[in-house]
């Protein structure tokens, strides 16, 4: 009886059924092609929440950026701006506009009033303590321990304050660890294996016998490994933080010690992420390595994936000491490197979403449409926390503002001091992303359009 129930009532279910699926498949088919049209990133009505101040101030900023002469030497003019000026009058020059275009502010108040601004724009918060070094710039252990209680500080404002949900921050572990020993460091495990149970002891309080340094260099690792310990330790739970990569003479010294705080502290979530390069030439195998490695140490992997901002220095510096480049040779071979690293990444997360995260941390519109085509094709939810997307304070905003009206989670590095603590943080940022700030001229022409139509607007209601 109750199978001749089914037989009768198959051949009115079925056709239901592809029915159903048909206009699911035509739906689905819509909704991409009206994503494709919202991520072309034309339409200057993203920036319908920018204030007329705003507007005006990136005007006059991107024009001032898309000089090569200007960028180039911005720092050797700011320098004698300053002391032509006086520090009170270059900040008064400085403070409303290159400053307030790219630094959240001050002090906590300031900050907070840009991070609530943001925050009802759909965009989150990373942010960014502009203190780094490079070799020549040591500056002893005192200042080590006062750059951790900055850091410290950070993981505080970033939890404490209701900016967003899921905070991130970044770290350089060169405010916290010598650029000599990180070099020192690099070589030596170029050289032979490393044990990340080595490190993790050390974290723990453990003396360190790192083979190849002598008494006073493992001395000073491990008080940088207790520094990165203690804010490592006040974050788990409460902030991720994402290491920055730097220089690759001092990289892999930068990965090793970031994969020892993984190791230890991403059992359960990833807290702790590290940064890679595309255009380095390994980037691809440098990641596929840490999957292996988060694989086989049992550690969840977090990944903020970038081009890269060293390209200059770097080929400047192979070139001197007679290496191979190790940046790709052209534009396109480090789009097709971030691209293919991108796509490694979705895999897994599709695959495996609670232990593998990325940030998709790029101005590259291309990218950003490759990224969110992947993610509607494996299945990944726009705000399930394993993607996310990253572009700079200040920059990027038509990328920024239409991705978050999409619903997708979209972080804003946000560094933040006073004029002279940032001004070397500016001053860096600029020449490192130099054709970034050149090729800016379709968001100064979409903050034209949208001011124009402001214009229109305010004409007609005056008639």
């Known amino acids: 009886m109750l199978c001749s129930y089914l037989r009768l009532s198959l051949p009115h279910i079925l056709p239901v059924r592809l029915l159903s699926s048909a206009a699911s498949r035509v739906a689905a088919a819509k909704q991409h092609e009206l994503l494709s ?97 490079d070799l020549g710039e040591s500056t002893g252990e005192k200042r080590y321990d006062d750059n951790m209680d900055t850091m410290l ?61 002598d008494e006073k260099e493992a001395a000073h690792l491990q008080s940088g490994l207790l520094r990165l310990n203690k804010i490592a330790e006040a974050s788990v739970n409460k902030v991720r933080v994402l290491v920055d990569a730097e220089y690759t003479y001092m990289n892999p010294a930068l ?41 086989n140490e049992g550690f969840c992997l977090g990944v903020k994936l970038v081009r890269g901002a060293y390209m200059d ?7 001197k000491e007679g290496h191979q480049d190790p940046i790709h040779q052209s534009w396109e071979d480090t789009n097709d490197s971030y691209n293919g690293c991108l796509d490694v990444m979705l895999d ?63 972080y804003k590095s946000v560094p933040y001091g006073s004029v002279d603590e940032t001004l070397p943080y500016l001053v860096r940022r600029a020449q490192e992303n130099r054709t970034v700030l050149q090729g800016i001229r379709k968001e100064r022409d979409l903050l034209r359009k949208e001011l124009n139509r402001r214009l229109r607007l305010s004409l007609r209601g005056g008639s």
């Open 255 to 295: 990965s090793l010690v970031t994969m020892a705080m993984m190791k230890k502290f991403n059992k359960d979530g990833t807290w702790i992420w590290n940064t890679y390069q595309c255009y380095l030439k390994n980037s691809r195998s440098l990641l596929l390595d840490a999957l292996s490695l988060s694989k």
């Open 153 to 213: 500080e950070c993981v505080r404002m970033s939890h404490s304050n209701a900016w967003s949900k899921d905070p991130m921050m970044q770290l350089k572990i060169t405010a916290l660890l010598s650029p000599e020993l990180c070099v020192k460091l690099t070589n030596i495990i170029r050289q032979q294996p490393y044990d990340l149970n080595l490190l993790i002891r050390s974290m723990d309080g453990e003396p360190i016998s790192f083979p190849g340094l």
């Open 348 to 410: 897994v997360i599709s695959q495996e979403p609670e232990r593998y995260r990325i940030i998709v941390a790029t101005h590259n519109e291309e990218s950003v449409r490759r990224a969110v085509k992947r993610m509607e094709e494996l299945g990944i939810d726009r705000d399930g926390g394993s993607v996310c997307f990253g572009q700079l304070l200040g920059m990027c905003d038509h990328v920024s503002l239409t991705l978050a009206k999409e619903g997708y989670s979209v």
């Open 313 to 319: 220095k770097e080929r400047k510096l192979a070139m």
């Open 37 to 133: 049209d919202t991520l072309a990133f034309e339409d200057p009505r993203a920036f319908k929440v920018k204030s007329l101040g705003e507007l005006l101030r990136a005007l006059g900023v991107f024009r001032l950026c898309s000089f090569p002469v200007l960028v180039n030497n911005c720092g050797k003019l700011m320098s004698v701006a300053r002391t032509l000026l006086g520090k009170r009058g270059f900040s008064l020059l400085l403070r409303p506009t290159v400053y307030a275009q790219f630094v959240a502010g001050e002090n906590e108040t300031e900050i907070s009033q840009s991070m609530q601004k943001m925050s009802l724009q759909g965009m989150r918060p990373m942010l960014a303590v502009p203190i780094e070094e």
